[in-house]
């Protein structure tokens, strides 16, 4: 089978995550994707401001309908900083046949040299990155082993950020967040 694996933060999820996942879905013709909310990213430190909980139901009420998209809470339970070679080490053990793939914006890729262990880390799980708008992919990183897959997808320029900056000021979140996740953003007060 062919697994692929899209992590953030997800705080909160938004149309642009979701897009891109189908988007490498159906490029890359995956039998399954799992989204993968992470405890707290390594490279952006200050970027969680939601409980593990809320983030992990923005995500289920989002996709719960959709039989093509899992959650996997493994980085959540695992509490900490959530690398991605700590993830993959989980996901290869449970998936040792298959091809697995991590999914990412192509602004990380300048940044992937950084990433913990990546040279173990290019030789477990293939990349599929995806550019995202005024992140032009310029040069790819220089790992041993890596290997890299460009998805041409629909690019949405949508930021977690401006969507809670979005909720302080009293905006509405509608064509940025699924309903169902609006709905809980506003019963559980997130964000302001």
Not at 19 to 35: P, V
Not at 48 to 66: C, H, N, P
Request: charged residues 25%.
């Amino acid at each position: 089978m062919k697994i692929g694996f899209l992590g953030g933060s997800f705080d909160p999820v938004h149309f642009g995550h979701l897009i891109a996942a189908q988007d490498a879905y159906e490029q890359y013709q995956l039998d399954r994707l799992i989204l993968v909310p992470a405890a707290q990213a390594p490279l952006k430190p200050e970027e969680v401001q939601s409980s593990a909980d809320d983030r992990f139901q923005m995500l289920k009420a989002a996709v719960e309908w959709d039989g093509r998209f899992e959650i996997s809470d493994y980085e959540l339970r695992k509490g900490g900083v959530s690398y991605t070679i700590d993830s993959v080490r989980h996901f290869r053990a449970q998936y040792p046949n298959d091809r697995l793939f991590w999914i990412i914006g192509g602004d990380q890729l300048p940044r992937m040299h950084l990433w913990k262990e990546i040279n173990e880390l290019a030789g477990l799980v293939e990349f599929i990155f995806l550019e995202r708008p005024g992140h032009p992919v310029k040069a790819t990183p220089a790992i041993p082993n890596l290997r890299l897959h460009r998805c041409d997808g629909h690019l949405v320029e949508i930021s977690s950020t401006e969507l809670r900056a979005r909720v302080r000021k009293g905006l509405s979140l509608d064509y940025f967040v699924p309903y169902k996740s609006i709905l809980l953003i506003q019963n559980r007060n997130l964000y302001r």
